[in-house]
């Protein structure tokens, strides 16, 4: 990775870091800090592990450390232990922990006594489908969330130093209430984990051919239902009271849908009958354009900032690549791509996004260049 000029500056100064917990968080973690010369050493309970994000760039592996910020790259259900051996061992450290869930965490710390000003709970919003040192990057940072969890306690300059781990890895930095952080991604984390789970389960028991006809709508609704069931099982816990609170609202909306579906589909064909079903349908519908709008794309900017450009490109070894690189050459700058395959055919969709000013030219470009532009 090439460090960017403000993830050097943050990382300017920092004392060395001490990450326990070597999986895709904590490595990727290490990594970034790394690729900005930070010092970085590594812990886990599994030696199999901490060798492998040792053997991957992420840190070193030395029993005679000194670090000025411990991080927790743990489990939610074992990082309070954690924390507090980690405030023990090092008394003049400041300790942050990655974990999800933000309350819960801090509840069984408090039981614990233990003064905890120099400890402050922060949550980098990145991760992937893969979970493991080997699924770690040195970028998986760059450009997400990271936010600081400061309770009443908390030493301001405990919070000052985990901010300037979090930009030094790429990160932007906000900062919430472990109350507000939580009920935050019950919103736009947990709750669509719960939401991918239940629509991809409906596929178990489908034909094959059936399943054969699944789209990109379909691949992007469940992209997330290969999760690790452990680990989530331990993420909803901890936050359970938002979560249910959020799918409480879900399922009103839920039963609405389907009563209206139940209407239409009474064996009624007289438009006039079942009043005001399609009008469910269509606020349900509209109401998911109103959030989804929401949603910032690249550089905050909403998804509707951008046109995208389809290009039919042929499945075989280089296209891809052969596309993004006339694009570049036509000084267009991509800001998001989506590869969309059909059943059984030899070519797929790429749908380019670019800024709506792009959109023509380009398009002109490459059809020039012998694309073919789907309308």
Known sequence: MTASIEAKGAAAGLPPVHVIGTGLIGASVGLALRAVDVDVTL??????????????????????IAPGLVVIAAPPDVAPRLILEALQSWPEAVVTDVTSVKQAVLADLVRSGVPLDRYVGSHPMAGRERSGAISARADLFEGRAWVLCPHEHTDGRATDLVGRLARATGAAVSTLSPHDHDAAVAAVSHVPQIAASLVAARLEHLSEQAVGLAGQGVRDVTRIAASDPGLWTQILS???????????????DLDRVVAALEALGSGVDDVADAPGARAVLARSIADGNAGHARIPGKHGAPPAAYAV?????????GEIARLLTEIGEEGVNLEDLRLDHGLGLPFGLAEVSVLPTSAGPLTEALQARGWQIQS
């Open 238 to 252: 901890g936050n359970a009271p938002a979560v249910a609170a959020i799918l409480r609202e879900v399922s009103t």
């Open 309 to 317: 450009v389809r290009v039919v490109v042929d499945d075989r070894p």
């Open 43 to 64: 812990a886990d309970q599994s030696e199999t592990s901490v060798a492998l994000a040792r053997d991957l760039g992420a840190g070193r592996i030395t029993g005679d």
